[in-house]
Nanobody, 128 residues
Framework: QVQLVESGGGSVQAGGSLRLSCAAS????????MGWFRQGPGKERELVAS???????SYAISVKDRFTISQDNAKNTLYLEMTSLKPEDTAMYYC??????????????????????WGQGTQVIVSS
């Protein structure tokens, strides 16, 4: 079992920055894909960024070059650095994880249904 706890959300003006954190109850660095999802008002949940045990990261087109995903193995913590925030980034942000498998070449999944572990979410509000 992996328990995930997000923090760092808040309200910010457009153009501002926030850093989200996700503390994991166990060390997931070598065994799990870690990802950030978000769900805005009236929108479906979408994968924002993910990172695997080899450090390969992937981003949604809408956040590429503005958001950076990283993890601190020693602290069992995942981060999402968000810059140049836009009102459309307003959403509940969720940390999620799934075990990597040889069958998928130890790569991150893309669908939220494939992520087994979820945090409670942290709200991000970007005002114009």
């Amino acid at each position: 079992q992996v328990q995930l706890v997000e923090s760092g959300g808040g309200s910010v003006q457009a153009g501002g920055s926030l850093r989200l954190s996700c503390a994991a109850s166990v060390n997931t660095y070598a065994t799990h894909c870690m990802g950030w999802f978000r769900q805005g008002p009236g929108k479906e949940r979408e994968l924002v960024a993910s990172i695997d045990s080899a450090g390969r990261s992937s981003y949604a087109i809408s956040v590429k070059d503005r958001f950076t995903i990283s993890q601190d193995n020693a602290k069992n913590t995942l981060y999402l650095e968000m810059t140049s925030l836009k009102p459309e980034d307003t959403a509940m942000y969720y940390c999620a994880a799934h075990r990597l498998a040889m069958s998928t070449m130890y790569r991150c999944a893309r669908r939220d249904a494939d992520f087994r572990y979820w945090g409670q979410g942290t709200q991000v509000i970007v005002s114009s």
